[in-house]
């Protein structure tokens, strides 16, 4: 069976598909995957065939708004229209033109569309190739985002002859999403917005993905002060937020491993305390289950991996999903979360500090941990595709 994966180019949308698509590969399926340019290099070292589709988030944004704006200035809802248009209009015409050509040139058997990626299901329904919805995270109802989106994406299937209907909205129902297709769901059932029903779900362990390298040496070393982690993640980092957090978290007896991502350069975070170990890259999929606190900016990669390895959480969130998450953590007693003005030093080392010495927050973190053990994984999800096709 051929079958055709497709994302937006970014880590968080692209990298929560990879454990699918290489257990598909397994599976004896030929898989190829449809996305932007800069993440080839990682499929191919999967065993996935990359193929260029569909253009680039920043490239697109860069279009739409003002020099300088950042995820962040998006995050109220002034910005709501805008990012309803970014990914109801402009990606997903991006992608619905680009997968279109590449069903016709290779006719695949099914294509796995990732949640944010609706032109391709757009252009696998005008093809008559069924689609399954890959889900990157915890989805959340009551979002305006649904209702600012349905309109661009009508316009967008009219244009691939395809007419969308009605989409029910009703309940805070986001399946404008989803196209109507089957919704391959990695959050963990206990951590699901009950309000977010999707009739046709098809659970499916989160496993975290990270393009290989080497850990740092303090990861693995023998330690007898516990290790905390600290990622803004690939998209929202912010160099002041950064300080604030490092500042706190290196007045605790603990050793501090921080991860810059691409968004801030190390140099801007100046000079850090001996027990702070910068790096602007780590393979945190790997990471994960040496650390024994992630504080992070609840990203759904991020929050999945850590939920995957029962790690507490302290979430400082900047925008887009990861308020949500953050709250869905807060209230599962999984960890804590600190918002805007919040985020200085003294209230980021005293939560911290409470979070590592708690029992009840690790004893949820192993919980929820071994619910996502007992989710049916991607070999399991990749044995059955022929079924559902």
Not at 64 to 88: H, K, M, N, V, Y
């Amino acid at each position: 069976m051929l079958i055709l994966f497709s994302s937006l180019g970014a880590h968080g949308h692209l990298f929560p598909l990879l454990p699918l698509a290489r257990a598909a590969v397994r599976a004896g399926h030929r898989v190829k995957f449809a996305t932007t340019g800069g993440f080839h290099d990682v499929l191919a070292g999967i065993g996935v065939e990359p193929v260029v589709a569909g253009a680039g988030m920043r490239d697109v944004a860069g279009e739409l708004l003002p020099p300088g704006t950042t995820p962040r200035d998006l995050s109220g809802p002034e910005g709501a229209p805008i990012i309803a248009r970014l990914f109801g209009d402009l990606l997903a015409r991006s992608f619905a033109t680009g997968v279109a050509g590449l069903i016709d040139q290779e006719r695949p058997d099914l294509v796995v569309q990732e949640l944010a990626n609706p032109g391709a299901g757009i252009a696998a329904r005008a093809a008559g190739v069924p689609v399954l919805c890959h889900g990157f995270g915890r989805m959340s109802s009551g979002s305006e985002m649904p209702k600012l989106m349905v309109g661009h994406l009508r316009g967008v299937a009219a244009e691939h002859g395809v007419d969308l209907g009605e989409v029910d909205l009703g309940g805070g129902d986001d399946s404008v999403f989803l196209l109507g297709n089957p919704y391959l769901d990695i959050c963990p059932p206990s951590l699901r917005d009950p309000s977010f029903t999707i009739p046709d779900t098809i659970p499916l362990r989160p496993v975290p993905f990270a393009a290989p390298g080497e850990l740092p040496a303090i990861a693995t070393a023998p330690r007898d002060e516990p290790l905390v982690y600290l990622t803004l993640g690939t998209a929202f980092g912010h160099a002041e937020v950064f300080r604030a957090a490092i500042d706190g978290l290196a007045s605790l007896d603990a050793h501090v491993l921080v991860a810059a991502g691409p968004a801030v350069e190390t140099a801007a975070l100046g000079e850090v305390p001996d027990n702070v170990s910068l790096h602007a890259w780590v393979p945190q999929a790997d990471l994960l289950p040496h650390v024994d606190l992630v504080v992070h900016h609840g990203g759904s990669g991020t929050t999945m991996g850590a939920l995957g390895a029962g790690v507490p959480q302290l979430v400082l969130p900047q925008g887009a999903d990861q308020f949500t998450n953050a709250e869905a953590v807060v209230a599962a007693g999984l960890g804590g979360r600190l918002i805007g003005d919040e985020v200085a030093a003294e209230a980021v080392a005293s939560a911290a500090r409470g979070l590592l010495a708690s029992e009840e927050v690790a004893v949820a973190a192993k919980a929820v941990a071994a619910e996502i053990a007992a989710m049916p994984s991607p070999d399991e999800v990749a044995a059955r595709l022929p079924e559902l096709v």
